[in-house]
């Protein structure tokens, strides 16, 4: 007898470690600082541990397509927590900056196939009329994970140990393992794909290469280094070679299978996420280092006055869950990305003087554009895509997602360097005992240039203001481009609500 799916519990299971590990994306950043002093490491030295786990998952995550093949879906499932548990713990044990950072590249490997295959599980338990709250679900969880990691990271570093950032991962890992095994159905491989070992080497060397080059290219002042360029060019030869040979090897031997670019709204679903990744995203890794290195926000209180964007993200796709289906895909996609457009209106006009309240609607706002734009679009992207696609459909449009979000990420912090040098300069041309200004007897004192103190004084002020400069530059870039992929909701193809998966597809898959 065939025991009936017990859904919530699937998806309470699912999403623990959902949320465990989009968690684990940002809970470390704040505790660096505590961890360099106990393991010893210098600035540079610590930031590998941050790299190391993203560039481990970026790696691993094509893998999960062929591995549920091979392996079944909830075996590997269970894997990947399993692992990622016990490599959060030996995070915890770590005594020196090597182990650190061989249990975080652990960590990124076995972390790697939890968010895909949360969907792929997600939309293969429910039905079609459910899957856009299923979507939404799954959103809250990878959405929110990074939201709240700074304030977490930062309530258990003060509060214990930087230690308890990894061992909380602990007890939730054993209860979705325990949830996982009970509830989810075995469901053994299909064994139809080949492991191709050369693409993936190559598609693995890309992205590796690529990762690095984001990671520490700001920090090396980009081409001027020699180690920019090695990572440039490795990521040139390998991309190319992983192209061509995926274009001359047959789709069921190939690693990346391209019949999934012969689905539309598959394709348009990547080009889109990856739009939002880069435009979306980056603007969460300019509002923190604005707060703390500007306004003199403590860490504790900047992870409070962000932490709602997170509430306007949950509300919008508990709501959006519900309209899928009844309301126009691509309507929904073009309010949630007008809402973030508000918000990034609102942000271009901040200044230094700023009150919380002046934080936390703008976040609340564009919290509430993200939820709009991204349960759709997941929905609309595998809305026709068969069922045996799935799992390297998500693989790959997680790895896309991703990639976006280091671009994106990369291009604001580049330009805010970048524009704050170039508005100081400007500044500091307009600077002259000519202004009014010296003729307050006051500001002529306490900036008196002929003195180093006043000198000093004067230079915090103008690198202060400069920096604010940058940062609305970079706010104004991300509205202008918000505005500019609005025409690419035409591309989108709206599923009808009794849709069948693509035909074309689905045929292909079954031959094979």
């Given at each position: 007898?065939?025991?009936?799916?017990?859904?919530?519990?699937?998806?309470?299971?699912?999403?623990?470690?959902?949320?465990?590990?989009?968690?684990?994306?940002?809970?470390?950043?704040?505790?660096?600082?505590?961890?360099?002093?106990?393991?010893?490491?210098?600035?540079?030295?610590?930031?590998?541990?941050?790299?190391?786990?993203?560039?481990?998952?970026?790696?691993?995550?094509?893998?999960?397509?062929?591995?549920?093949?091979?392996?079944?879906?909830?075996?590997?499932?269970?894997?990947?927590?399993?692992?990622?548990?016990?490599?959060?713990?030996?995070?915890?044990?770590?005594?020196?900056?090597?182990?650190?950072?061989?249990?975080?590249?652990?960590?990124?490997?076995?972390?790697?196939?939890?968010?895909?295959?949360?969907?792929?599980?997600?939309?293969?338990?429910?039905?079609?009329?459910?899957?856009?709250?299923?979507?939404?679900?799954?959103?809250?969880?990878?959405?929110?994970?990074?939201?709240?990691?700074?304030?977490?990271?930062?309530?258990?570093?003060?509060?214990?140990?930087?230690?308890?950032?990894?061992?909380?991962?602990?007890?939730?890992?054993?209860?979705?393992?325990?949830?996982?095994?009970?509830?989810?159905?075995?469901?053994p491989g299909a064994r139809s794909m080949r492991f191709d070992v050369f693409?993936?080497?190559?598609?693995?060397?890309?992205?590796?290469?690529?990762?690095?080059?984001?990671?520490?290219?700001?920090?090396?002042?980009?081409?001027?280094?020699?180690?920019?360029?090695?990572?440039?060019?490795?990521?040139?030869?390998?991309?190319?070679?992983?192209?061509?040979?995926?274009?001359?090897?047959?789709?069921?031997?190939?690693?990346?299978?391209?019949?999934?670019?012969?689905?539309?709204?598959?394709?348009?679903?990547?080009?889109?996420?990856?739009?939002?990744?880069?435009?979306?995203?980056?603007?969460?890794?300019?509002?923190?280092?604005?707060?703390?290195?500007?306004?003199?926000?403590?860490?504790?209180?900047?992870?409070?006055?962000?932490?709602?964007?997170?509430?306007?993200?949950?509300?919008?796709?508990?709501?959006?869950?519900?309209?899928?289906?009844?309301?126009?895909?691509?309507?929904?996609?073009?309010?949630?990305?007008?809402?973030?457009?508000?918000?990034?209106?609102?942000?271009?006009?901040?200044?230094?003087?700023?009150?919380?309240?002046?934080?936390?609607?703008?976040?609340?706002?564009?919290?509430?554009g993200i939820g709009l734009v991204f349960v759709p679009l997941s929905a609309?992207?595998?809305?026709?895509?068969?069922?045996?696609?799935?799992?390297?459909g998500t693989a790959l449009y997680s790895l896309v997602r991703n990639i976006?979000?280091?671009?994106?990420?990369?291009?604001?912090?580049?330009?805010?360097?970048?524009?704050?040098?170039?508005?100081?300069?400007?500044?500091?041309?307009?600077?002259?005992?000519?202004?009014?200004?010296?003729?307050?007897?006051?500001?002529?004192?306490?900036?008196?240039?002929?003195?180093?103190?006043?000198?000093?004084?004067?230079?915090?002020?103008?690198?202060?203001?400069?920096?604010?400069?940058?940062?609305?530059?970079?706010?104004?870039?991300?509205?202008?481009?918000?505005?500019?992929?609005?025409?690419?909701?035409?591309?989108?193809?709206?599923?009808?609500?009794?849709?069948?998966?693509?035909?074309?597809?689905?045929?292909?898959?079954?031959?094979?």
């Amino acid at each position: 007898m065939i025991r009936p799916l017990n859904r919530p519990m699937i998806t309470l299971s699912i999403m623990l470690a959902t949320i465990m590990q989009t968690l684990d994306s940002t809970i470390a950043n704040v505790a660096l600082p505590h961890m360099q002093g106990t393991l010893s490491a210098s600035q540079d030295q610590i930031a590998w541990v941050l790299t190391a786990y993203i560039v481990a998952a970026a790696i691993a995550t094509p893998l999960t397509g062929w591995l549920v093949d091979r392996f079944g879906q909830k075996n590997i499932f269970l894997a990947s927590i399993g692992g990622f548990t016990l490599a959060s713990m030996l995070c915890g044990m770590s005594n020196s900056l090597a182990e650190i950072v061989a249990a975080r590249l652990l960590q990124g490997v076995f972390g790697a196939a939890l968010v895909p295959l949360a969907q792929v599980v997600l939309m293969d338990i429910n039905p079609r009329e459910k899957q856009g709250s299923a979507m939404a679900v799954w959103g809250m969880g990878v959405m929110v994970g990074p939201i709240l990691g700074p304030t977490l990271g930062g309530w258990l570093t003060d509060s214990y140990s930087w230690r308890w950032v990894f061992f909380i991962n602990v007890p939730i890992g054993l209860l979705a393992i325990y949830g996982m095994w009970r509830y989810i159905p075995s469901v053994p491989g299909a064994r139809s794909m080949r492991f191709d070992v050369f693409g993936f080497a190559m598609l693995s060397l890309a992205i590796g290469a690529l990762q690095m080059l984001l990671d520490r290219g700001q920090q090396n002042d980009w081409f001027s280094s020699s180690e920019t360029w090695i990572e440039a060019i490795a990521l040139v030869v390998t991309a190319t070679y992983f192209v061509a040979h995926t274009l001359m090897t047959p789709a069921h031997k190939s690693f990346v299978d391209f019949r999934l670019f012969k689905n539309q709204n598959y394709v348009t679903g990547v080009l889109f996420i990856f739009i939002v990744g880069l435009v979306l995203y980056a603007t969460r890794a300019l509002v923190p280092t604005m707060l703390e290195t500007l306004l003199d926000y403590p860490v504790a209180t900047t992870g409070l006055v962000t932490a709602p964007a997170g509430v306007g993200t949950m509300l919008a796709m508990l709501i959006v869950g519900r309209l899928i289906g009844k309301i126009d895909l691509r309507l929904m996609l073009f309010i949630g990305f007008m809402i973030t457009a508000v918000a990034l209106w609102q942000m271009a006009h901040y200044s230094l003087d700023l009150s919380q309240s002046d934080i936390v609607w703008p976040g609340v706002i564009q919290g509430i554009g993200i939820g709009l734009v991204f349960v759709p679009l997941s929905a609309a992207t595998f809305a026709t895509l068969s069922p045996q696609m799935r799992a390297q459909g998500t693989a790959l449009y997680s790895l896309v997602r991703n990639i976006g979000s280091s671009i994106g990420i990369s291009l604001v912090q580049t330009l805010l360097v970048r524009n704050t040098v170039i508005a100081h300069a400007s500044m500091v041309e307009r600077i002259t005992t000519g202004s009014s200004a010296w003729t307050n007897p006051a500001i002529a004192k306490a900036y008196d240039v002929g003195t180093t103190g006043g000198a000093a004084l004067l230079d915090s002020v103008v690198v202060r203001q400069a920096a604010m400069i940058a940062y609305i530059d970079d706010f104004w870039l991300m509205l202008f481009l918000t505005l500019a992929v609005l025409p690419l909701l035409l591309l989108i193809r709206p599923p009808k609500r009794d849709q069948a998966p693509d035909a074309e597809v689905e045929a292909q898959a079954v031959m094979d």
